[in-house]
């Protein structure tokens, strides 16, 4: 869809060391999101790119890879290199038993 430019990562591969950017709307973050993970809605990322590391493996991850993939593209035409999209999204993340926390961190779902 997105072309071999844009390069993923199964969700089962992503480790605590990896900076785990999330960049779904602030209801599906509310509802819920992988314990950990960063907060940064794509609508948002222009303004805010300063908050994405550049020296760390960095996974984006919003509901099914669509999103994610476009915000992967986009750090990269923009100096990102270890950035990659977790594939499948956090439906993918739900399906291989991976927590989801609600804000208040009750147990979460992905909407």
Do not use: K
């Amino acid at each position: 869809m997105f072309g071999p430019q844009v390069p993923t990562v199964p969700v089962t591969e992503i480790t605590d060391d990896t900076y785990l950017l999330d960049v779904r709307e602030d209801d599906e973050w509310a509802a819920g999101h992988a314990p950990g993970a960063h907060h940064l809605p794509m609508s948002e990322l222009p303004g805010r790119l300063a908050e994405v590391p550049t020296d760390r493996d960095v996974a984006v991850v919003c509901r099914s890879g669509g999103r994610s993939a476009q915000v992967v593209a986009y750090l990269m035409n923009n100096g990102w290199d270890q950035v990659r999209n977790a594939d499948g999204g956090m439906h993918q993340w739900v399906a291989v038993g991976r927590p989801v926390v609600a804000e208040d961190g009750q147990p979460g779902r992905v909407l």
